[in-house]
């Protein structure tokens, strides 16, 4: 699986030309003091981000917590009650289309034209970003190409599966070469094979220069693709980090479950130190670990006090234990639906 080389080198506009040459000189997205109410319910509560060059952004949290209103007001698509956008230093208030062309939104919703195929689609999005004619021609080639569906161009939406609108509806957000890319939940209910075509998709533009935020639930995702997490709960920014900080911030530490053949004996742990008990019954017994290191010294004592083990498992800590840990465990779906 590839995208072509000439997707990420070959330069026809100057909005993608101009990438390189503004790495690390300001942030591609810089929002400050974002706030955004609807009726008497708050969705931002004073955010404050910055994403860069080159970097792909996690965007996490419950539902309702405030990850699409974010992602609408930096598109220029809501205004925020108070706070600042700035998209590559330029005022995303301007909504001018020098800013909205720099801007490559992916809602949630597969935003396409089902009786059009999907070479017109993406000409279509081309032209409106101020492409010209004869480059949409080529770019939504191109565009085409980088999701796999070079074969499929002249088909008609409507009879493209699920994965292969979602990996079209991501081109149609890439096709005009944006600076920066918005993605919400852009791999929601995909196929295996289009998840993986669409994260290395998004790989490809941050290498080549776009700042990425990338909304999603799914946390394997963002541990393999993003290089930083923001945590957003209840409209406000909870965490911002790399996901080892994140992890390490939350105090989440590894488990250990064992079960035993026969009844364990008593006193097997004595001397053991920093080593948590969850649960434990006659015969098994889950613990929670200071270090991952302590896996072979429970084991060696459990041997060396004759217990007999049927199996045992170790869970390292992950993003998604540091995130019911700092977001809380209760489902929370607020009145008003998720924004």
């Known amino acids: 699986m590839r995208v072509p080389d000439e997707y990420v080198s070959r330069q026809p506009s100057?909005?993608?030309?101009?990438?390189?040459?503004m790495r690390d000189a300001v942030p591609h997205i810089d929002a400050t003091g974002l706030r955004k109410g609807y009726g008497s319910r708050v969705a931002l509560d004073g955010?404050?981000?910055?994403?860069?060059?080159g970097e792909v952004v996690g965007l996490l949290g419950?539902?309702?917590?405030?990850k699409t209103t974010t992602l609408m007001i930096l598109s220029t698509l809501l205004r925020p009650d108070a706070g600042e956008v700035r998209i590559t230093g330029l005022p995303a208030n301007s909504g001018g289309r020098i800013v909205r062309r720099k801007l490559g939104f992916v809602p949630q919703s597969i935003a396409l034209y089902p009786s059009l195929s999907g070479m017109q689609n993406l000409i279509l999005f081309a032209r409106i970003h101020g492409v010209s004619e004869q480059e949409a021609q080529s770019e939504s080639a191109t565009a085409l190409e980088a999701v796999g569906?070079?074969?499929?161009?002249?088909?008609?939406?409507?009879?493209?599966?699920?994965?292969m609108q979602r990996r079209l509806n991501l081109a149609c957000g890439l096709v005009h070469r944006p600076e920066v890319l918005l993605l919400d939940e852009p791999a929601v209910g995909v196929d295996p094979q289009s998840r993986e075509r669409i994260l290395f998709t998004v790989r490809?533009?941050?290498?080549?220069?776009?700042?990425?935020?990338?909304?999603?639930?799914?946390?394997e995702e963002v541990e393999r693709l993003c290089d930083r997490v923001l945590l957003i709960d209840s409209g406000r920014l909870v965490a911002n980090g790399k996901v080892a900080d994140l992890?390490?911030?939350?105090?989440?530490?590894?488990?250990?479950?064992i079960t035993f053949e026969d009844a364990m004996s008593s006193d097997w742990l004595n001397g053991v130190d920093r080593v948590h008990i969850l649960s434990q019954s006659t015969d098994r017994i889950e613990l929670e670990l200071s270090s991952i290191t302590q896996v072979g010294e429970l084991l060696e004592r459990a041997r060396s006090a004759a217990c007999s083990l049927r199996e045992f498992s170790v869970h390292s800590p992950n993003l998604s234990d540091a995130f019911m840990s700092l977001t809380g465990h209760a489902l929370r779906d607020p009145e008003g639906g998720s924004h």
């Open 204 to 219: 490809k533009m941050a290498d080549a220069g776009a700042a990425v935020i990338y909304s999603s639930h799914y946390m």
């Open 14 to 21: 100057t909005i993608w030309s101009n990438i390189d040459g």
């Open 149 to 163: 569906l070079t074969d499929r161009a002249n088909d008609p939406v409507s009879v493209l599966s699920g994965g």
């Open 47 to 53: 955010v404050t981000l910055a994403v860069n060059s």
């Open 247 to 257: 992890i390490a911030s939350a105090g989440c530490r590894p488990r250990m479950e």
């Open 62 to 66: 419950p539902n309702g917590a405030g």
